[in-house]
């Protein structure tokens, strides 16, 4: 079984589209019956032991911040301890990213570039060229970011794997079957269009241009296609 961890819900104008959870369930191309969808951010409980016996996690987005460290972030972050430990893959979206960055070791902050949206290229480093994730995707990848927190250090024998102008540790790997991506592969350019709808009042006074962001926006086959790997990977993981 794959467990979601929901760690918030879409914004209002997003929400035609979907749960976080529903979007995830139809990119990693799984069954919905085996998947069991935890909203922490609801204090709802994750499963106990036996963890080794997940197929898999998936810790979503959140308009929460890392740095918040409220008590349900800091409760999901012992479950995942414990998931890591008994050899569960994992991977971490965007907050789910810092998350796990913050858990490791490393650091989260707000960005000195600011709020990043919209279209993104995101550039694999030599490390991410062979990572068996992320490995078979193009050196250069066009994704659909939307955050304001980064990770500005990573964890201690942590690999990076992807940059970004805006972002040196847009992805990275910790161990061989821990994974953080700063940008959404669940995510189509309707969902990001919605998002620029939503925060268009704020992204006109940070300086930036909606329309425009709008019209940049493209389909990111080879970033969705990370999820269906992300599945088929954790499964071989539990096969050993």
Same mark, same amino acid.
């Given at each position: 079984?794959?467990?979601?961890?929901?760690?918030?819900?879409?914004?209002?104008?997003a929400q035609k589209f979907g749960s976080f959870a529903d979007w995830f369930i139809s990119g990693l191309h799984i069954d919905q019956h085996d998947v069991l969808v935890v909203d922490v951010h609801?204090?709802?409980? $994750?499963?106990?032991?036996? $963890?080794?016996? $997940?197929?898999?996690?998936?810790?979503?987005?959140?308009?929460?911040?890392?740095?918040?460290?409220? /008590?349900?972030?800091?409760?999901?972050?012992?479950? %995942?301890?414990?998931?890591?430990?008994?050899?569960?893959?994992?991977l971490g979206v965007c907050f789910g *990213? /810092? !998350? !796990?960055?913050d858990l490791l070791g490393g650091q989260v902050a707000f960005n000195q570039?600011? +709020? *990043?949206?919209? $279209?993104? +290229?995101?550039? %694999?480093?030599?490390a991410g060229v062979e990572d068996d994730l992320l490995g078979p995707l193009q050196p250069h990848i066009n994704t659909l970011v939307s955050h304001?927190?980064?990770?500005?250090? %990573?964890?201690?024998s942590?690999?990076?794997l992807g940059t970004t102008a805006a972002d040196l540790n847009h992805a990275? +790997?910790?161990?061989?079957?821990?994974?953080?991506? /700063?940008?959404h592969p669940e995510w189509r350019p309707e969902i990001m269009s919605a998002y620029i709808n939503e925060r268009a009042t704020d992204l006109r006074h940070e300086g930036f241009d909606p329309d425009a962001m709008q019209r940049d926006l493209l389909p990111c086959h080879e970033a969705?296609?990370? %999820?269906a790997r992300f599945a088929e990977l954790a499964k071989t993981f539990q096969r050993d």
């Open positions: 079984m794959f467990v979601i961890v929901q760690t918030g819900d879409p914004l209002p104008l609801k204090n709802q409980s $994750l499963p106990q032991a036996p $963890l080794s016996a $997940l197929s898999g996690v998936v810790i979503t987005g959140s308009a929460s911040m890392v740095t918040e460290q409220s /008590q349900w972030m800091k409760q999901t972050q012992n479950w %995942l301890e414990q998931a890591i430990t008994a050899g569960t893959a994992v *990213h /810092q !998350l !796990l960055a570039a600011g +709020r *990043h949206m919209g $279209l993104a +290229r995101c550039e %694999l480093t030599a304001q927190q980064v990770v500005t250090q %990573l964890p201690e942590a690999v990076r990275f +790997r910790w161990g061989d079957r821990v994974w953080g991506l /700063q940008f969705s296609s990370i %999820l």
